[in-house]
């Protein structure tokens, strides 16, 4: 089964609008993260999430708001969608300074 | 600032060949580097991993060099094949960091069979 899990795998919307992509892991893992691929494939971490805490919050708008309702998940909402949004966006989580395990990714695209 | 790796680069090699993918890191306080592989539709997958007391640690066909004087980090693939075809990142760490794991620009791997 998969380890880390993220929905939805394509996420197509218009400017403006407000969406979320959810993701679980069942590894048992304490932090999980969110991280932004670009379209040159450039992987950039937003938001870092140890036992439901903030740990890492990078220079990301703020219509950008991370949830984490219990450790083994974390949501991203994001508000007034925009072009710049368009990109993959990957969940990923560890357990303390162990190598990350991402989820599949979901590709989101802003018309 | 923060940062690691090149531009995205493009290593095109021959089946069974050997291949060699480099990779530059900037903050001299870094003491953990993993190498990640991303295949097309997939998250970034864990290969090989070295600590800063380290030069050289070997997997399964791949080897991971550390040159801490030059801040430099290569991966080596021996006997390529074509599923070892994907994008590579090379990725530092630091506790200094708060252990945000920061990733390079990547290296495409083509393999020609």
């Known amino acids: 089964d998969t380890a880390v899990s993220q929905t939805p795998k394509y996420l197509v919307t218009q400017m403006g609008n407000d969406k979320s992509i959810k993701c679980e892991q069942n590894?048992?893992?304490?932090?999980m993260y969110w991280y932004k691929q670009d379209s040159k494939k450039f992987l950039k971490i937003m938001f870092s999430?140890?036992?439901?805490?903030?740990?890492i919050n990078e220079t990301v708008p703020n219509r950008f708001s991370p949830k984490s309702p219990d450790k083994a998940h974390l949501n991203l909402h994001i508000n007034s969608l925009e072009l710049g949004d368009s990109a993959v966006y990957f969940c990923?989580?560890?357990?303390?300074?162990?190598?990350?395990?991402f989820g599949n990714g979901t590709r989101l695209t802003v018309t | 600032g923060e940062s690691v790796g090149l531009h995205l680069p493009t290593l095109s090699v021959q089946e069974g060949d050997n291949s060699i993918i480099n990779c530059a890191y900037s903050?001299?306080?870094?003491?953990?580097f993993i190498w990640y592989k991303q295949e097309s539709g997939k998250g970034p997958q864990f290969i090989i991993d070295?600590?800063?007391?380290?030069d050289k640690r070997q997997g399964q066909r791949v080897t991971v060099l550390l040159n801490k004087t030059v801040k430099h980090l290569s991966l080596q693939i021996a006997a390529t094949q074509p599923g070892d075809s994907a994008v590579y990142f090379c990725?530092?760490?630091?506790?200094?960091?708060?252990?945000?794991?920061?990733f390079g620009a990547g290296t495409r791997l083509f393999v020609k069979a």
């Open positions: 990923a989580s560890s357990q303390g300074e162990s190598p990350l395990h």
């Open positions: 590894l048992g893992h304490d932090t």
């Open positions: 070295i600590r800063s007391n380290m």
């Open positions: 903050n001299s306080a870094s003491d953990y």
């Open positions: 990725a530092e760490n630091a506790r200094v960091l708060g252990f945000k794991t920061i």
């Open positions: 999430y140890n036992n439901k805490e903030l740990i």
